[in-house]
């Protein structure tokens, strides 16, 4: 499986961007899917993830109620919503996939779990 980001940009401090992430070369409806991101001179830290259904979804807190995750199992897609973006929001962001599961917990929040990885976009909010 092959994953593709893009959406990344520019924007100023309180706007909003749309992350995309589309699989290739294999079907991920069963699978979980994340994003992660990684700020200049930071490890990379856990931002969302969704179960296969995106009903069961988690986020850290920093982003809870401003970013939500969703996805488009007949496209093969998962996306990021980012709204209210902060300048401590810039980051490459990645989106990942994992193995299935039918409810997030507290295992999904580390990368080590993921099984491939985007090639990550750069999200720069300014001040």
């Known amino acids: 499986v092959q994953l593709q980001a893009s959406g990344g940009g520019l924007v100023q401090a309180g706007g909003s961007l749309t992350l995309s992430c589309a699989a290739s070369g294999g079907r991920f409806t069963s699978f979980t899917t994340g994003w992660f991101r990684q700020a200049p001179g930071e490890e990379r830290e856990f931002v969302a993830v969704?179960?296969?259904?995106?009903?069961?979804?988690d986020y850290t807190d920093s982003v809870r109620g401003r970013f939500t995750i969703s996805r488009d199992n007949a496209k093969d897609t998962v996306n990021l919503q980012m709204n209210a973006l902060k300048p401590e929001d810039t980051a490459v962001y990645y989106c990942a996939v994992g193995p299935p599961s039918f409810r997030i917990d507290a295992r999904h929040r580390r990368s080590e779990i993921y099984d491939y990885w985007g090639q990550g976009t750069l999200v720069t909010v300014s001040s």
């Open positions: 969704s179960d296969w259904s995106g009903r069961s979804t």
